[in-house]
């Protein structure tokens, strides 16, 4: 890895009144055990508090203010601010754990080949209490694009040429411009795992996640696969099986959406679509039973009576 004049490692951290959470995530940045990169925080023309806090940390990290412009715009200027080679998204409610940064600038060393290094997470409550551990899979290309399983979780850190290389992330998509943008890196290189748990993820009624799923989520994930299956550029080897993606997809949408009617639908097409695929539900199923994900959760929302 060459050496940088400037950091090698910009941690960019996005926010829009999130000040309950972000004092907790900049001071795990900065305890961390690494001293070679900068942290560039991103207030998204936030209303609560976190200009103030903000001002009380600065001048170690770099502090941008700038009108409501949405979470993918943000981390996309962040990604145009950034000075490393090795670039990490840190959201301002998902503390990152001690060792992060040198695991990572570690792993990123010894494999040149990689282009994002992912960790296992942990999830945590509002309080910041663990909840559970999540140990990641190790990177398959057809488990990321066709079983729309995507093992990149908080913590990945990223070589910035192949940021540069796609352009950062996708501002189409609302929901799943995350996904994409590990799917169009993936066609660049290859993805792996740092076999230790490094980041953590905030569930909270407030987060992105809980707040974003219904029907316009479940949509962005079959839209997704079709954009991606329907590029001639995609390998044979992967393009083949689109049928197959496509009823993932609808089985991730299932999840996602918030009529039982809708789910339902999802689900319908998930099989119908490929009926081998409930041989591969079924398989994933047994592999992941510690942590159950998505996958045995479909039955339960398929059985919840919607809230009047």
């Known amino acids: 890895m060459s050496v940088s004049p400037g950091p090698l490692v ?5 926010t829009f009144n999130r000040c309950e959470f972000l004092a907790e995530t900049i001071e795990s940045v900065r305890a961390q055990d690494y001293q070679n ?16 806090l903000l001002a009380r940390y600065q001048p170690s990290i770099r502090a941008i203010t700038q009108e409501n412009r949405g979470e993918h715009a943000t981390v996309n200027r962040g990604f145009e601010l950034a000075k490393g080679e090795i670039v990490a998204v840190v959201n301002s409610d998902d503390p990152l754990l001690p060792g992060a940064i040198s ?13 994002v ?3 296992d997470w942990r999830i945590i409550d509002e309080h910041s209490r663990p909840v559970r551990e999540i140990r990641v899979a190790e990177y398959d290309p057809v488990r990321l694009f066709v079983q729309h399983d995507c093992c990149v979780g908080p913590g990945a850190f990223i070589r910035r040429a ?4 796609v352009g950062g992330r996708n501002e189409h998509y609302r929901y799943v411009s995350d996904y994409d943008f590990w799917l169009r890196i993936a066609r ?12 953590s993820w905030r569930s909270h009624s407030g987060g992105a996640t809980s707040a974003g799923r219904g029907g316009a989520m479940a949509r962005e994930h079959v839209e997704l696969i079709r954009a991606h299956f329907g590029d001639p550029t995609l390998p044979k080897e992967l393009s083949r099986r689109r049928r197959e ?8 949408a299932a999840y996602h959406s918030s009529s039982f009617v809708r789910r339902s639908w999802h689900v319908g097409r998930f099989v119908a679509i490929r009926p081998t695929n409930l041989a591969s539900w079924w ?6 039973k510690p942590n159950m994900n998505r996958l045995g959760l479909i039955a339960r929302r398929l059985m919840r009576t919607p809230k009047a």
């Open 10 to 14: 910009s941690i960019i951290t996005p």
């Open 162 to 165: 192949a940021i540069q290389a």
């Open 283 to 288: 398989q994933r199923m047994r592999q992941e």
């Open 117 to 119: 290094a992912y960790p």
């Open 188 to 199: 660049h290189g290859t993805l792996a795992r740092i076999p230790a748990t490094l980041a």
């Open 103 to 115: 695991r990572a600038v570690e792993f990123l060393s010894r494999h040149p080949e990689v282009l």
């Open 245 to 252: 993606a496509l009823g993932w997809a609808h089985y991730a």
């Open 37 to 52: 990169f900068e942290h560039i925080v991103i207030d998204d023309g936030s209303t609560d508090k976190t200009p103030g």
